[in-house]
Structures are given as C-alpha cells and as structure tokens.
C-alpha cells in the first residue's frame, strides 16, 4: 500500500483504540458510581429498618406511660375525697402536673400514631437524604459547588 492509505489506516485504527479507552474509562466511572450510591442505599435502608425497630417499643412505652398517668389521676381524685391528707393548694398543684403531663402524652402519642400510620413519610424523608446525599457526592466528586441561592 501507498504511505498515506497506511497512515489513514493506522489513524483511524489510533481514533478507535481511543474511543474503545475511553467508552472503557466511562463505564468504569458508571460502575464506581452505581456501587457508592448502592452503598449508600444499604446504609440508609439499614438506618431506617433499625429507627423503625426503635419506634414500637417507644409506642409501647407511652402507651405504659399513659396508663401511668391514668391510674394517678384516679388515685388524686381518692386523695381529694379523703380530707386532711392534702391541702388543698398541693392538690391543685398536682392537678395541674398530671394535666400538663397527660397533654404532653397524648402529643407524643399522637405523632408516634401518626409515623406508624403513615411510613411513606418516613420513607419520603428517607429517600430524600439519601438523594441529597448522592447529588452532594456527585457534586463533590466533579468539584462542583451548588447555587448559593439553593444552599
């Protein structure tokens, strides 16, 4: 063969080799990518089964707590009707203690009610960290910042 046609040939054989390299250094770069965010879903989804684990036994306590709360009521309302054990100012001082206690039961309660009926937003805030998370390693593995506006 002639000169030029075999430096063509060795050029485009050089520009294929080249993007052969490169379409290889890509999906390696896909792969170390795909494998952090893995791991990063594991170690979420592990957080979030272990904080699940942890939410029943504190439903379980309030619930306790609650009934605790109820059996003290009905033992002031004993003390009230026997005269003379208490005065009258340390009964309303009381009183309003296992008031005050009782709303701050029932709110808890409530929330605690309201992350068991409704997961989703406990997943939704999950899901959540975890993309803002990833898009931060992203960003940080590009030298990327984010809009100041956004920060």
């Known amino acids: 063969m002639s000169e030029p046609a075999?430096?063509?040939?060795r050029t485009i054989v050089?520009?294929?080799l080249a993007m052969l390299n490169a379409t290889l250094i890509?999906?390696?770069l896909c792969l170390y990518l795909e494998l952090r965010v893995l791991q990063k879903v594991d170690n979420l989804t592990a957080t979030f089964a272990k904080n699940l684990v942890h939410v029943e036994p504190l439903q379980d306590s309030v619930q306790v707590l609650s009934s605790e709360?109820?059996?003290?009521k009905t033992e002031l309302v004993a003390l009230?009707?026997?005269?003379?054990k208490l005065t009258s100012a340390a009964q309303e001082e009381l009183a309003l203690r296992l008031d005050s206690l009782n709303e701050k039961v029932t709110a808890v309660k409530t929330?605690?009610?309201?992350?068991?009926?409704?997961?989703e937003t406990l997943v939704a805030e999950v899901v959540n960290a975890?993309?803002?998370?990833?898009?931060?390693?992203?960003a940080d593995l590009r030298g990327c910042?984010?809009?100041?506006?956004?920060m």
Request: hydrophobic letters at 45%; aromatic letters at 2%; a negative charge.
């Open 111 to 119: 929330s605690f009610d309201g992350v068991l009926q409704n997961p």
């Open 145 to 150: 910042t984010l809009p100041e506006n956004q």
């Open 14 to 16: 050089n520009l294929l």
């Open 69 to 72: 709360v109820a059996e003290l």
């Open 26 to 28: 890509l999906v390696a």
């Open 80 to 84: 009230r009707e026997t005269p003379g």
């Open 130 to 138: 975890g993309a803002d998370a990833a898009v931060s390693a992203i």
């Open 6 to 9: 075999s430096r063509l040939r």
